[in-house]
Structure formats: structure tokens, C-alpha cells
């Protein structure tokens, strides 16, 4: 859904003894964990604001000092919370690139006006993506996100054309 929070990162475990949180960043984007950052921390039902005091990379993971957790025993409760941000917040991309959850629920059309349905998944393949479109009778069409065939999307209207390889829909 295009107005949920979208998540950034999750607090794997606590480090050190200062209340460090070790974190694996859900983003291509790790400098969104800069110092000053204000994030949303979910955890066990609840949400509370937290911001970036200190961030530094440990290989594939970050270590961050939120200002919010002072001690070791705060950032182990906080082990298992997901980092979020709102939909606004997140970084901006170039055009013509977007968000997968920018792109959940559109509907997606033929470039002749044929309805196929909607998207409901995007699979993150080495090559390019695939988008799943459930049509009538919850058939799911897979289709490459490749530019010759994803023609032109328009999020205001939350519809995507696409241009469908032979074959693709028999």
C-alpha cells in the first residue's frame, strides 16, 4: 500500500556496552543512516521515534548510536525491531527509477488498453526484476521489468503500460 511505512533496516543485536544496535541495513541507500536521521523504531507492537546519533559500517551491517538508548540492556531489548521511515522520507531517485512500494497496486495494461490486473509482487532477480500481476481468477502473470516492455508508468494514476512479449500471456 502506497501510504505505508517502509522499512529500512532491522536491529539484529546490541554492541558493546555504550547501547550500541547493530543493524542490517534493508536499503540501497545506507547513508539514510546518517547522524541527525530520524527514524521510526517497531518493535513488539509498539513504534517510537528514534534519531541517528552516530553511524559507522561493520561489513554488511552498520553500527548505529541512536540518541534515544543509552546502555547496553536498552539495545538488547531492542533486538528484532524494524527501522521505518515514512513514504516521504525515503531517498530520491533518479527518473524513471521507482520504489517497489510506489509500484504495488497498480493496474496494468496492455499498450492496446488491455486490462491484465494488478501488480501485487515485485521478484528481485540478478538479470531485472519480475512483476507479478494477479488478473481474473487470481492467475498471476509474470512479467519482465525490462524497458522494452514496461512502456510507461504513472504513479498519480497508479497504472503501468506494458508491451507483452510474444507468448507471454498464452
Known amino acids: 500500500m502506497a501510504d505505508a511505512r517502509v522499512d529500512v533496516g532491522k536491529i539484529v543485536a546490541s ?14 541507500f545506507p547513508e539514510r543512516f546518517r547522524p541527525g536521521t530520524r527514524l521510526l ?4 507492537g509498539g ?9 559507522r559500517s561493520q ?6 548510536k541512536l540518541a534515544e538508548i543509552n546502555d547496553a ?29 510506489q509500484l504495488l497496486g497498480s493496474r496494468v495494461f496492455t499498450t492496446s488498453g488491455q486490462f491484465l490486473g494488478t501488480l ?18 487470481q492467475k498471476e502473470i509474470l512479467i519482465p521489468a525490462l524497458k522494452e516492455v514496461v512502456r510507461h ?7 503501468i503500460c506494458v508491451e507483452v512479449p510474444p507468448g507471454l500471456l498464452d
Open 73 to 101: 540492556d536498552q539495545a538488547r531489548a531492542c533486538q528484532g525491531a524494524v527501522l521505518q521511515v515514512e513514504p516521504w522520507e525515503v531517498e530520491p531517485l533518479p527518473p524513471g527509477h521507482y520504489y517497489i512500494f
Open 41 to 44: 523504531l517497531q518493535h513488539k
Open 153 to 159: 508508468i504513472n504513479l498519480a494514476r497508479r497504472e
Open 120 to 137: 501485487t509482487d515485485v521478484i528481485t532477480t540478478g538479470a531485472n526484476d519480475v512483476y507479478v500481476v494477479t488478473g481474473a481468477g
Open 47 to 55: 513504534t517510537s521515534r528514534v534519531t541517528v546519533r552516530e553511524a
Open 15 to 28: 554492541h558493546g556496552i555504550l547501547g550500541e544496535v547493530k543493524v542490517e541495513p534493508w536499503t540501497d
Open 59 to 64: 561489513g554488511r551491517y552498520l553500527l548505529l
